[in-house]
């Protein structure tokens, strides 16, 4: 029966064109299409230029570069280097989690935040701040008569640990938290030493934590730039072999051909970590009940010297930037001085507001588009929602200096017609956009899974076409969340280096950046005042989101990730 | 306007979870469809509702098909088990939202609003949010936001599970009374075969993915078709027979004589646990035999019994004695008497 038989009833719109559909599919678009040019294109042109040598479309690019021994010597410096760097790392996050999560140490809330201090700064703060401590001019070598040479492998190893240790902190916090009470009780009524516990009880517990802060804190490591620039000396990385081919000689293919070495091991490391995510969360069932830790003297006085060691080995590296943010010339002349934070450098103060514009732009983008995207592939469906999703988490498996390079080589191309945005704040907002995505993407879908399908169908039911649902409904419902997603956009964008570092110029120079080339001259004082900049606004604008989340009730929202 | 489904078939990858379902629900009246979990009832009322799409079928009400409408286009109201009112808005401002979709004028919703606040007896919590009312008071405002609009169908998914007995009770008689009132078409998804009972006019017991049987509620319990339906429909003692080759069944060695007739197929009769008489000893007659008594479990207002046919030791008949009935001891000997009248021939 159609429905001409009932002049009185105006046809229900079907098909294509129904009103949703076709806002579905409108949606859809206006995430893919970004997607593609943004994120696909660049990492084809990454895989394009590897391949593209003089002799036309080969892998000569790869046998040249395989063929050098300088390259495998670059290879086994990443290599020793990434994995001293995580052992150390996981190994120290491991024991401070610990500490704080099955001992009473005191003022655990205060170390919990400590730990999670680098997150603030660009990453070669901690070379910075190392070099300020055991360099040529540092206050073990000037002050206190020792005779250390930072330099070089050690430390890059020790810098990267110390950026990588709020990331595996994280992880393995999370992992300890959960412990089924139970375990614990019958293994102490069994007779067991605190030993035998830790080896039968808690480490088969956190393994998978441990092996997920392993991959995560190589990944960051092997493709971190700036620590390796700053201390590293002579010692050179894979990493900084890329900007030397890059900026320094300007050649895009064997550039291109080390970027695709880097994006191995950072996706098998995502692969891998993702497996194994997926099978922590069976350890604890609706039976479980919650470990009670109760103090035991000597257990906690050692827990507690081992996390003061390292929280205030975290904070004399963030301390000592600071102090000399406000010395005349460190370590000359330490009168106390506010001159450095006059900013007479080239460009002034403009780094750092480009740095607050372009991470203030980019949280708002970036919650646009990662946000949509999460609800298009929710509440959208279309024969495109499974690839949508996939390529949705691709970044987090691209590290940012190849991301960053896939940019260069995507948008400097005169074919492409979306070149006029290289060379402006435009294409640096949204490189952070997609450089950020897969956590933005996860965090808003979970959201999205708590709240559940069912307000969309009862809103659906009572006749809402999908925009009115979604502007009605899922947003008001979402938006902590999204505020949340905003912070962690501009929390990363103010502090990253290795991605927006072949996208700038004088014009759009940012803070981080500024840091690196004040480091590189031997402006440390002045360097110093940059990163104490970027490190206020990043905690001053935590502040002030956690005020607004507060005032509004919700307590429960996490900003830190 | 009737409501018409005709061979709706719904696969979940290699679930098939509806196999063609067909029914008619008569303009006006409250159906229950009943089942144990995954039946497929939920996804009928779905596909019913349209949040499902069928793959195969049609759906008509009054001489509209409507299994290509949208759900949003459809004009039903639903309730769902979760109450899923909008959790940011107030319960006026749930109530509102169906008439803000179909565009009614600002003093026309407020109006309905508080007519349909007035009705549930809620007009003291208008601007509550939904946090802050009980578990009932939730559910009679997500009832008030699905009949506001004034739908021509209202789909109810089992709506009172996620609530505690004495308000289950007390909601059931108000719904009804309201559906009454309103005369709208209803359907009610349950897996509580008394809610179903005390509610409906026209029970739907669903297993499979198929429809098991459809009747009043006092069809589907003295005349089950299937032993599924005996069983799910309160409880029914199962015997196993032969078919004798006069046609007559024979359970412990006796043929039995039946109020309808057997197939050649048949293999099983029921028979209420109140419908078996408990004999003296030594009584005779049509279906009667000697047995002894196994277990007595006294209940108040009844005495539970269970008893064995001594030609059938592995057979235990449920006997239901209501009142202060003199019961016999454990071991006693006494005889069963299956009436004709109650035995049903079951498949």
Known sequence: MTAAAHPGEAPAPTGFFSSDRFAGYLLTAAVLLPMLAFLVLPLSAILLYSLRGPGGIGLENFTHTFGAPR?????????????????????????????????????TGLW?????????????????????????????????????????????????????????FLILSAALAVADGRLYESAEALGARPLRIFRTVTLPATRYGIAAACFVSFTLVITDFGNPMVIGGDFNVLATEVYNQVIGQAQFGLGAVIGVVLLLPAALGKIIEKRIARKQHALITAQSKPLVIRPALGRDVAWSAFVVAVGVLIISVLAIVIVASFVRLWPYNMTLTLRHYEFDVQNGTAPIWNSIFVSFASAIAGVALAGLCAIVVQKV??????????????????????????????????????????????????????????QAFLITSTSLNQIGGSFDEASTMLGASMTRTLGKITLPLIWPTLLGVGVFYFMRSMVSLSAVIFLINP????????????????????????????????VGCLALVRLVLVATGHRNITLIR | MDLSIRGIVKRFGPLTALDSVSLDVPHGT??????????????????????????????????????RTPA???????????????????????????????????????????????????????HKLPAQLSGGQQQRVALARAIAPDPSLLLLDEPLSALDAKVREELRTEIRALQRRLGITTIMVTHDQEEAMSMADLVIVMNGGRIEQAGRPVDLYAAPQTTFVANFMGRMNLISVNIAADGRPVFAGMPLTL???????????GIRPEAVWLLPAGAEGDN????????????????????????????????????????????????VALPAAALRVLT
Not at chain 1, 399 to 404: A, D, I, K, S, W
Not at chain 1, 408 to 429: C, D, E, H, K, M
Not at chain 2, 294 to 314: K, Q
């Open chain 2, 259 to 269: 109020a309808g007739t057997a197939q050649a197929t048949t293999r099983t009769l």
């Open chain 1, 71 to 107: 390259f495998w010597t670059l290879v086994v410096n990443s290599v020793v280097m990434s994995v001293v760097s995580t052992v150390g790392t996981v190994v120290l996050a491991y024991g401070y989690a610990y500490g704080l999560a099955r001992a009473k140490v005191p003022f």
């Open chain 1, 507 to 538: 014009s759009t120079q940012v803070a981080a950046v500024s840091v690196l080339q004040l480091s590189d001259r031997g402006a440390v004082n002045q360097a110093a005042a940059f990163s104490v900049c970027i490190m206020a606004v990043v």
């Open chain 2, 288 to 335: 009667i035999f000697p047995a002894t008594v196994r277990e007595v479990v006294f209940l108040g207002n009844i005495t539970r019994v269970a008893a064995s046919p001594d030609a059938a030791p592995d057979t235990r008949l449920a006997i239901e004695l209501h009142g202060a009935a003199t019961a016999p001891a454990i071991g006693d000997a006494v005889a």
């Open chain 2, 30 to 67: 409250f159906v229950c469809f009943l089942g144990p979990s995954g039946c497929g009832k939920t996804t009928l009322l779905r596909v019913i509702a349209g949040l499902e799409l069928a793959d195969a079928g049609e759906i008509r009400l009054g001489e509209r098909d409507l299994s």
């Open chain 2, 72 to 126: 949003r286009d459809r004009n039903f109201g639903v309730v769902f088990q979760s109450y899923s009112l909008f959790p940011n808005m107030s319960a006026a401002k749930n109530i509102a939202y169906g008439l803000e979709c179909r565009g009614w004028s600002k003093p026309a919703i407020a109006e309905r609003v508080e007519a349909m606040l007035k009705l549930i007896q809620l007009a003291d919590h208008a």
């Open chain 1, 381 to 438: 469906r279309t024969p495109l929602s499974g690839p949508l999703s996939l390529m949705a988490i691709l970044p987090s498996a691209v590290p940012g200096m190849v991301l960053g390079l896939g940019y260069v080589l995507a948008f400097n191309a005169a074919a492409n017609p979306l070149n006029v945005l290289y060379g402006s704040f435009a294409l640096i907002i949204i490189l952070n956009v997609y450089y950020n995505h897969s």
């Open chain 1, 112 to 168: 919990r935040i400590v730990a999670l201090l680098p997150l603030f700064a660009p990453s070669l703060v901690q070379a910075q701040g190392l070099i300020l401590l055991v360099g040529r001019n540092g206050v073990f070598n000037r002050f206190l008569g020792f005779d250390i040479d930072i330099y070089g492998f050690w430390g890059v190893v020790i810098s990267n640990l110390l950026a990588a240790f709020p990331y595996a």
